[in-house]
């Protein structure tokens, strides 16, 4: 796989402390022309799915053969196997804990290798920060044009992230919020291909919290300020907006405790 | 104009989210050799004024050439103009909604272009995130060498920023808090030429909330650390600091609840 | 020194305002090569000791001959000088109040000067930020290969940072809490060595707030899940830490109160 030379970062580690830029000064000392791109480091402590979620939205924007780099690793110094992975034309280094999942079932031809071969770590390896000892040089390597496969022995059952897809009923189907964006956008666990299953249903009727809105429209102007609607998200995902406001604050919803919140699609 | 290969970002997008990085990889798709620099992606949602002013104190720090992306975009998806503009030796891609205005206003020779060519789109664009599938490709391009003019049709009346400058009366001038910084200083809309203008009227009382200061001083160290201070900033705007205090509580004003307070200059 | 091209960044400007784009812009105008890495924009307003851990912290990851610029600078405008050192094979860009103290300190051979040639700053230096119109031209030129003695004066007597060790008595010894990271882990002023003078003690018990812990762990699987433990972090400092929890709640302290709070070991 040719390289693009960038490797992203996503991270729960915050940006007030000096772990970011320890990996990045790690990452430039193997491989000084790597282009290095934030996706974000304000995933919630040790949130693996949440940073799944962002990584899936994030990365296929990039080029083919950037490195994705991600860090939420609770279990860092215990039993987790650390990875490297292929899929989709993109590489993926991190903790064996399901955070490439949803990248890796996207295509039915992935690889994941166990990283043990020391030669691409850090001289001294602490058991608190794999992060800056062992994946930020091995990310390094990859976009300098190493493959995994020399990086260890390949791993057959990479740990998968448990997921709730939403349930189909009679009536139609129920999902959850598994995002609120900073806009207050409720995103949902639903996508484009779900509702096609029952598109000849008719008129969908969408419910979450205390909101009920009628029809999938295209473009947030379709409806007046201040008016409630849904839509399928620019990552094909149902998600449930309010134009210029915020959907999370009309459904009688938090921002962070939407998460996870019940909606509701009836036909 | 000769490109300087730096790609500037000012959004309302956060940091949370997957968005910023699926702007920054669009762009290294299209040009894998620009520089990317945040301004910041903490604009309130929405606040148009609020990034027009950021810009207009960033970007002269760059070199010409550098294109300033801005993602302020209240309207996507609806009627509003997606607009290239060049003014001033620089570039800008976003919406046309004044949020570039002050740096357009500054420059007579000024041109905006909308944007409807769309060799230069992604291949699908949403009607939700024309930051990525439309600015992001449009500023790589730009920032690559293409010419704004090759992307569409002239605009002659591009959308204008409302502003209220500072009014002057018999006893001086009275402006406004535009924007209350990390160190709690109080930003005017009141700048040196205003002052200029009635400069041979005798040593000037600044009030603001609760805070009342004497004269104009040239530096924080003229004052006893905790006593209170007007200057000029170091954008040529009058600004009312505490020395390492926070003017902004001095005053009795909150952070947020500050902007758009009322600036009296006496003299 | 052969340089390494990157420019580190430590401020306490945030990222809401455009104080950190205006430095970078200046910085590429002087060095279009230069690789920019933020170490981190949010150290409290002013606080000198904060930049200090996080900049001893992280310099360490990078390159040799790569430039360490910093700007909390309460003083700005003021008596304090501007200074470029060089120590252990980095250089240091900012102002001489003991932000560079612990990177001089561990090497006999650091150089300090006094920035006062004026051909390498911007051409108009304001009173309020001299991180734009000093330090950001200096550490680009310096990146670029020039000498920090081309600069200025060698200063003999840079400010040092008041710092309080560890202090020993007969049951052990007794330090304090100097960061609470994003997990909550308790970093303290007690580094490996101090230990190590005391290590043929036995057993040691720490106490930090509520918190009781009993041994020095070497990684946090070693303990069960919600469980507190001691170890030697990943710069060598002791740290109390909860596996997947966060230390400084369970011991009672909060966030950012926790800082400064006593850690007692006693053996």
Wanted: glycine content about 12%.
């Amino acid at each position: 796989m040719k390289r693009s030379g960038i490797i992203t970062l996503t991270t729960d580690f915050g940006v007030r402390d000096p772990y970011v830029a320890s990996v990045k000064g790690v990452i430039l000392g193997v491989h000084s022309m790597a282009v290095l791109v934030d996706v974000t480091h304000e995933i919630p402590a040790g949130d693996v799915a949440a940073a799944a979620d962002v990584i899936q939205e994030a990365a296929p924007c990039f080029p083919g053969g950037t490195v994705h780099l991600a860090v939420v690793d609770p279990g860092v110094g215990g039993e987790r196997r650390a990875v490297a992975a292929e899929a989709g034309g993109h590489l993926f280094v991190g903790p064996d804990n399901g955070i490439f999942w949803p990248m890796l079932k996207a295509d039915p031809e992935f690889r994941v290798f166990h990283l043990r071969n020391e030669r691409f770590f850090r001289k001294e390896v602490s058991s608190t920060f794999h992060g800056r000892d062992i994946f930020a040089p091995v990310a390094a390597y990859l976009a300098a044009g190493r493959e995994p496969a020399e990086m260890g022995e390949p791993v057959a059952d990479p740990v998968e992230l448990a997921e709730a897809p939403p349930v189909f009923c009679e009536s139609g189907l129920t999902g959850r919020v598994i995002r609120v964006d900073r806009f207050g956008n409720l995103i949902t666990n639903i996508r484009r291909e779900h509702l096609e299953e029952v598109a000849d249903s008719g008129r969908p009727v969408i419910e979450v919290g205390g909101l009920r809105v009628e029809g999938i429209r295209s473009r947030y102007e379709e409806v007046d300020r201040g008016e409630a609607l849904a839509l399928i998200g620019s990552t094909g995902r149902l998600e449930v907006s309010v134009n210029r406001g915020r959907a999370s604050e009309r459904a009688g919803l938090g921002d962070q405790s939407a998460v996870g919140s019940v909606v509701r699609v009836r036909f």
